[in-house]
């Protein structure tokens, strides 16, 4: 009964103080929707939000559709890079940017760490704690869907990323000017994924405890 109290006031207040859908904090709590429809009847979202809620839905849809349906037109940014070869520092550079964009979009405070040694490119202080986030170019081989490294390069060859090394690792494909989420279960001892619909600019995710 206490988990439930507790439930519910946190529901209450993501819709009243961050003004979340049901969707996203269903998402976040894990209570049935039938719940949350009822503890959140007395504080509905406005026609403004709702309606932007249809169009951010309308554009994943989109997004998922031309990803799966291949590889679609090139960005217009992909196409001023095209008139000569990035460096691997360049696109490192881009990929960031990019990723620090979004983040400031999303209402996020991104942060560069200050310790050596520190393998995160960005630190994003999420409600109390510090998500650390790994930024990767996606590649391309001519040949079926970009991909995501998800290991590193030592001195001693390639090796996956330990769990203390990132909590969400995300994959900037340029040709497409999206940005792929994969949390650290998403990635679990892979050394690599091909980017996917259900990840492209799943933002919201970094919200989630786990």
């Known amino acids: 009964m206490k988990a439930k109290i507790e439930a519910r006031r946190e529901a209450i207040r993501l819709r009243v103080e961050e003004r979340q859908s049901l969707t996203e904090i269903q998402r976040q709590l894990g209570v049935s929707k039938g719940s949350l429809s009822q503890w959140l009847q007395p504080y509905p979202l ?40 990035l460096s691997s520092e360049q696109k490192g550079m881009i990929a960031e940017a990019a990723v620090l964009f979004r983040l400031t979009l999303h209402g996020f405070t991104p942060l560069r760490p200050v310790f050596e040694g520190n393998k995160a490119d960005w630190l994003v202080p999420v409600e109390g704690r510090t998500v650390k986030l790994q930024v990767k170019w996606t590649r391309r081989t001519g040949q079926g869907q970009p991909f995501v490294q998800a290991r590193r ?20 494909d340029l040709f497409l000017d999206t940005a792929f989420v994969y949390s650290w279960e998403d990635l679990r001892g ?21």
Not at 193 to 199: H, L, M
């Open 190 to 210: 892979r050394g690599q994924t091909s980017v996917q619909p259900e990840f492209a600019e799943a933002w919201d995710k970094l919200r989630v405890v786990a």
């Open 46 to 85: 406005d026609a403004d939000e709702l309606q932007q809620r249809r169009r951010a839905n309308a554009t994943r849809t989109a997004e998922a559709r031309r990803l799966k349906a291949g590889s679609g037109e090139p960005s217009a940014w992909y196409k001023v890079a095209a008139a000569g070869p």
């Open 153 to 172: 390069s030592t001195r001693h060859g390639w090796r996956l990323y330990d769990q203390s090394d990132f909590d969400f690792l995300v994959g900037y």
